[in-house]
């Protein structure tokens, strides 16, 4: 996907949203059957930035997009989305949507696609096809653009959706498992086009598993457990310090090792690289010194932070939510 420009167009201003926020819900609430999916979601995402959207399987994400979205009607509480209720028919026209689960018709190419869903737009024809081709550009199938679908592979279709749902120049873009059964490259891929579209000034809603990646380009994230949001805020502050550091030394004999062990409360590893867990961070100078009094070549000492991955199985747990189906969701 190599980034071109495109015609920059804020159309905040025609819905006359805050200035910093972009969602918002308080107590939004969805209740299936008795079952709640959602139970009471207090959420705000700034304006212009990358927010992730992340709980584990039934614990309402996708629930969340569809009453943002319009697509549902809530329970109980309030949305707005770019400063009205969500669902408002004007604003709708001013999101872009991908759900993780979609379909094309496999005969259609994506010029035949593109050029139909800017006329659901209400596009001129000549503005229709000018985007057409300007957005499979961007989502790399200008090459391919009057292809049959149904000749795509996983990635490819990953793509066509993308520029489908950036069609109508969105001020807020809700993606839905993006990568989802993506290689490393289409993955890459499509970090590099939201990272681009942040700097242009779109607001991104994006709900993932790959946490690798939300931890890459995500500015702030929310996390959901059982229709509830657990924890929120900047990625750095969702993740604690850990009493770990990471030695990479040459040479180290067994008595350094063993001095190593003393000023640790747990010691693993081998071949020139060790993790210590320590007491404090104090004792981070005397592992140095342990190393380089023993006459082995000190390499590194790193401490170490603790991942996305690992804060979201802290604030979750197994993750495992015994939940009807209809609110797996």
């Not at 929310?222 to 900047?234: S, T």
Request: include cysteine; hydrophobic fraction near 40%; charge should be neutral.
């Amino acid at each position: 996907m190599a980034p071109q420009e495109l015609r920059p167009r804020d159309r905040l201003s025609q819905v006359q949203a805050p200035a910093d926020v972009v969602i918002r819900t308080q107590g939004l609430t969805k209740a299936y059957g008795g079952r709640h999916a959602l139970d009471g979601l207090d959420l705000e995402v700034p304006r212009g930035e990358v927010f992730g959207f992340l709980g584990p399987n039934g614990a309402g994400k996708t629930t969340a997009v569809l009453l943002l979205i319009g697509a549902i009607a809530a329970s109980g509480g309030r949305a707005e989305v770019l400063g009205r209720p969500a669902g408002d028919r004007p604003t709708r026209r001013l999101l872009g949507y991908l759900p993780e689960q979609f379909q094309f018709p496999g005969w259609a190419s994506t010029r035949e696609l593109y050029e139909y869903h800017a006329d659901l737009l209400g596009l001129a024809r000549r503005e229709g096809r000018r985007r057409a081709g300007a957005y499979a550009d961007l989502v790399g199938l200008g090459q391919v653009i009057d292809r049959p679908v149904r000749t795509f592979s996983k990635g490819m279709l990953q793509r066509l959706g993308l520029g489908q749902a950036l069609l109508g120049e969105p001020a807020l873009l809700l993606l839905d498992e993006p990568t989802s059964g993506l290689d490393p490259v289409g993955i890459r891929a499509v970090r590099d086009l939201i990272l681009y579209l942040r700097e242009r000034g779109t607001t991104i809603f994006l709900n993932s598993h790959q946490l690798s990646e939300v931890e890459l380009t995500c500015d702030r994230v929310a996390v959901l457990h059982r229709g509830r949001v657990v924890a929120a805020g900047r990625v750095a502050e969702l993740l604690r310090a850990t009493q770990e550091v990471e030695i990479r030394a040459a040479g180290l004999a067994e008595a350094a090792i063993a001095r190593l062990r003393g000023l640790s409360v747990r010691l693993e590893g081998g071949d020139g690289r060790w993790v210590a867990e320590v007491a404090g961070p104090e004792v981070i100078p005397e592992l140095a010194a342990a190393v380089v009094e023993s006459g082995a070549r000190l390499e590194a000492l790193l401490p170490r932070r603790e991942t996305l991955e690992e804060a979201f199985l802290r604030l979750v747990g197994s993750g495992q939510d015994h939940t009807s189906p209809a609110a797996r969701t």
